[in-house]
Structure formats: structure tokens, C-alpha cells
């Protein structure tokens, strides 16, 4: 089973501000990875794909980087809407997901 | 548009088995693999197994290897995941999601999940 870790547990960032969130695979994954966001009481949405290809109608805000086993999801300006739990995902081999980064108000 | 719509909450005694639906509309049911994902409550997200909505054909993670059947009804687009055995720590939110994949990859992400439902499993 590939392992996956995020961090921090907890971001807590100011509107406006820039947020970096960190995915790590305890083996390579090559590209195979994807990026959710969910809020309270809401279904995972879809965030990035492919490590860095952005979901149909996910703002430009949102970008993902990285190959193998580092990568980013980057939140360019946090607006209010983008306080919530994000989680990585791996689909090299059978899914699995990360624990998670809460991103909350500063 | 693409939806998967879920059935409703259970409430289920330990030792018990309970089946959630997941029907999908908007899309070719036999074109795409269909997987179940739970979350316990405050918890993060466990991925269970996957069907083939087109042969019926399935893969259940370890963990659930002999407690979980996924099925399908194409007649109603419509997909099952039956868990037996029910223990308190199998109270969580069921998802069902649809896999997108890159041409000829056997697994992908996730677009759309359903809306969840919740199983509580109480004496």
C-alpha cells in the first residue's frame, strides 16, 4: 500500500494570503495524483488531476505541482470560500488518500 | 450534468448488514468504473473497492476483503455496496464516486462523488 502524508495538519492563513499545502508519497506515483477540497457536511470536490491539471471550473487560484513522490497544492489569494480540508490522492496503484491539511481563518 | 445521487441514512444494529445505493445519471453507466469511499465521523477518507458498472467485475480493499459486496444494476444505472458484519467502527459517510482516468490506466481520480450517506451502526 502507498502511504500518503500531508502537512501541515493544520494552515492557518489571513484572506488574501498565499497557502501552500505539502502531499508526500512513501513511493512514487509518478503524475498519478489528485487533489480534493472538502467542506463541512460536503462530498469531496475535485480539485487537480494529473498533479498539476486543474478540474473543470476550478479557479485559476488553485494550482498543483510536483511528480513522483513531493508535491504542492498552492493557493494563490485564500478567499472565504477556500477554508476547508484538503486531501491528496494517489492513483498509481489502489487509492489511497492523505490525512489531511485543514486550512482555517488566521 | 453528471449526478450521483445516494439513498438515505441507515441506522443499524452490530451484526447487522446494510446496502447503500448510488444512482447515476447524466452519463454513460457502463462507461465508467464506479468506486465507494467511507469517512469515519472527524476522520479522513477510506477507500474501499471498485466495480465495473459494465461486467459487473470487482476489487475490495484488504481491510474489507470478505465483508463488502459491490453490485450493480444497469437497468437503473444504479450501483450497491453491502457491508455485513457491522461493528461500531463502521459508522461513517459512504460515498460512491465515479473514476476519471487518463486512456488505458486501470485507476483514476475521483469526479463526481455522491452526496454521502450516513450508516450509524448502534446498540
Known amino acids: 500500500e502507498i502511504v500518503m502524508t500531508q502537512s501541515p495538519a493544520t494552515l492557518s492563513v489571513s484572506p488574501g494570503e498565499r497557502a501552500t499545502l505539502s502531499c508526500r508519497a512513501s513511493q512514487s506515483v509518478s503524475s498519478n495524483l489528485a487533489w480534493y477540497q472538502q467542506k463541512p457536511g460536503q462530498a469531496p470536490r475535485l480539485l487537480i488531476y494529473g498533479a498539476s491539471t486543474r478540474a473543470t471550473g476550478i479557479p485559476a487560484r488553485f494550482s498543483g505541482s510536483g511528480s513522483g513522490t513531493e508535491f504542492t497544492l498552492t493557493i494563490s489569494s485564500l478567499q472565504s470560500e477556500d477554508f476547508a480540508v484538503y486531501y491528496c490522492q494517489q492513483y498509481n496503484n489502489w487509492p489511497t488518500f492523505g490525512p489531511g491539511t485543514k486550512v482555517d481563518i488566521k | 450534468q453528471v449526478q450521483l445521487v445516494q439513498s438515505g441514512a441507515e441506522v443499524k444494529k452490530p451484526g447487522a448488514s446494510v446496502k447503500v445505493s448510488c444512482k447515476a445519471s447524466g452519463y454513460t453507466f457502463t462507461s465508467y468504473y464506479m468506486h465507494w469511499v467511507r469517512q469515519a465521523p472527524g476522520q479522513g477518507l477510506e477507500w474501499m473497492g471498485i466495480i465495473n458498472p459494465s461486467g459487473g467485475s470487482t476489487s475490495y480493499a484488504q481491510k474489507f476483503q470478505g465483508r463488502v459486496t459491490m453490485t450493480r444494476d444497469t437497468s437503473t444505472s444504479t450501483v450497491y455496496m453491502e457491508l455485513s458484519s457491522l461493528r461500531s467502527e463502521d459508522t461513517a459517510v459512504y460515498y460512491c464516486?465515479?473514476?476519471?482516468?487518463?486512456?488505458?490506466?486501470?485507476?483514476?481520480?475521483?469526479?463526481?462523488w455522491g452526496q454521502g450517506t450516513l450508516v450509524t451502526v448502534s446498540s
Open positions: 464516486a465515479r473514476q476519471r482516468t487518463t486512456l488505458f490506466f486501470p485507476w483514476g481520480w475521483f469526479d463526481p
